[in-house]
């Protein structure tokens, strides 16, 4: 399915080629020990500038999620899955992604989660598989 | 907590909006005309009287058809001398223009101000058979503030993201298809009464069932429909308000408070900014929920609508699907009529201030075949996700 990719930027690259090396980064103050997404080079917690991608172990589950059936564009090969999953590193730590390798009917909030990486041109999207 | 609450000091004098035209033949700011030079006459004032020009967002912030004329543009076209104009994308919503506006007043820098809101979907979409406004800007890589975070993984409409609220709604609180449906029912069947809605035909609960999924659980009937039009609405300073054809209407309380991340998903799901706002209107006033006559609520799409009920306490915490089922304490002659012109689902994305515009018509009776019993009091609130508004309107 085509994609349309990110710009990356100093403070995002981590988290979009991360999965080069196999690892999710994720931004982390070393200040208050938060971690918290998008990245950006300050602390919304704590407003330190002691902040940086670390790896995350790649689990979340399912915060929602959606069987999206419009095919808001002619390339589309719906239906897919478009899930927030939450990383089990922290409450409320997510984003959004996709859900493959299971019929679509099969999701469900909560469902445990695990990432894989699928590589775009210098993008490695981080998509998610049941745990 | 507020010392002085300086929107009681602006009152809503005059309203108008053009044809809602699906498309329009006419051209963005002659509909802009049109609404701004109705509500001007309604409030009983003429253009030199007009002294300050506000609209949300500004030119060109989303694409043409989104905001295709913005304060610069209209000031011009209708010859206007300002002391103040302002418009913009960052602010708490569709109702960011009259917020802005009662601002303005209330500084002293304006006594009349002109607030609008044009949008020409229906036409460019016409021209350009894209279903996703998103997927227009398919050139390069994508940089936006926050639509970077979700067009990789294909979630190419606002409706991606608002079916994960609603997905959400129904698994915390037991909402289900047939109670969300309610809001497009009643919307429909609203609008069979208005003779400018875009949709007017009648609408079952099979009808709706039926119609097509975008993106679980939102079908197609859960999301406003595009239009061509512009609304106009004339804030005045209650001292200067003049003996025109209105009762002015008084800002009794604003909501715009964005306590949570400006972001899709890193809000409460179920809550969003709704609540934070609804929390800053009620703690500027002493009015209670129970006061309000009438509600007219963003619904975009349908599940914000419900999370407007909720977050504006217009019915428990997670029981607005109980609340709105089967229909009748909304209807037009229920306990708290909602939407009333049919909203956006059925009337059209007016966006934003089409709702305060039927809020205004019902409390001055204008409201004709689908006018509600006499009520003071009106709520309306716009917007969803992380950004919103509210004001409690009353009629003196």
């Known amino acids: 399915m085509p994609r349309k990719l990110p710009a990356l930027t100093g403070d995002n690259r981590a988290f979009w080629q991360g999965g080069e090396n196999n690892a999710l980064l994720i931004h982390r103050c070393s200040a208050c020990t938060r971690y918290f997404h998008p990245p950006s080079p300050v602390c919304p917690a704590c407003n330190s500038f002691e902040v940086g991608p670390q790896a995350v172990s790649g689990k979340g589950q399912v915060a929602s999620f959606t069987i999206n059936h419009q095919p808001w564009t002619p390339e589309l090969q719906e239906p897919f899955v478009i899930a927030i999953v939450e990383l089990v590193e922290q409450a409320g730590l997510r984003f959004v992604s996709n859900i493959e390798g299971i019929p679509v009917t099969d999701v469900f909030i909560g469902m445990p989660v695990r990432v894989h990486f699928q590589q775009e041109d210098d993008v490695w999207l981080p998509l998610f598989v049941k745990d | ?396």
């Open chain 2, 1 to 396: 907590m507020f010392d002085r609450l300086y929107e009681k000091d602006v009152a809503i004098t005059g309203i108008g909006q053009s044809e809602v035209g699906r498309p329009s033949q006419l051209s963005a700011m002659r509909l802009t005309a049109d609404a701004c030079l109705e509500a001007i006459a309604d409030a009983g004032l003429t253009r030199d009287e007009i002294d300050g020009v506000a609209c949300w967002p500004g030119d060109n912030n989303n694409g043409d058809s989104f905001s295709p004329v913005g304060p610069n543009a209209l000031k011009n076209a209708l010859g206007l001398n300002v002391n103040w104009f302002g418009g913009g994308y960052e602010g708490p919503g569709p109702l960011a223009g009259i917020i802005n506006g009662v601002m303005a007043i209330a500084s002293g820098m304006c006594r009349n101000v002109l607030v609008f809101r044009t949008i020409t979907e229906s036409s460019t979409r016409q021209h350009n058979k894209q279903a996703s406004a998103l997927t227009n800007k398919t050139q390069g890589r994508d940089s936006s503030f926050a639509w970077q975070w979700y067009t990789p993984f294909n979630v190419l409409s606002a409706a991606n993201l608002m079916a994960m609220y609603a997905q959400r709604h129904f698994h915390d609180y037991g909402t289900t298809s047939e109670q969300l449906a309610q809001i497009a029912l009643t919307c429909r069947r609203n609008a069979e009464l208005n003779p400018k809605a875009v949709y007017r035909t009648p609408m079952s609960m099979d009808d709706y069932m039926q119609s097509r999924m975008i993106s679980t659980p939102l079908r197609m009937f859960d999301c406003d429909v595009h239009c061509d039009a512009s609304t106009a609405i004339i804030l005045s300073r209650r001292d200067a308000a003049k003996d025109g054809r209105n009762p002015p209407i008084r800002i009794e309380a604003m909501g715009a408070a964005l306590n949570q991340p400006w972001s899709w998903d890193q809000i409460s799901l179920t809550q969003g900014a709704a609540f934070d706002v609804g929390r800053m209107m009620w703690a500027r006033t002493d009015l209670k929920p129970k006061d309000v006559g009438s509600a007219q609520l963003y619904d975009g799409f349908s599940i914000l609508t419900m999370i407007w009920l909720e977050a504006l306490g217009l019915c428990p915490v997670g029981e607005s699907g109980r609340f709105v089922e089967g229909g009748q304490r909304i209807a037009l002659d229920g306990e708290l009529p909602l939407n009333t012109n049919g909203g956006q689902l059925s009337g059209g994305r007016t966006h934003g201030l089409g709702y305060v515009h039927e809020a205004c018509l019902q409390l001055w009776g204008r409201a004709d075949k689908r006018q509600i019993a006499d009520h003071q009091v009106a709520v309306t609130a716009a917007g969803g996700g992380p950004l919103g508004g509210s004001l409690l309107l009353v009629r003196d």
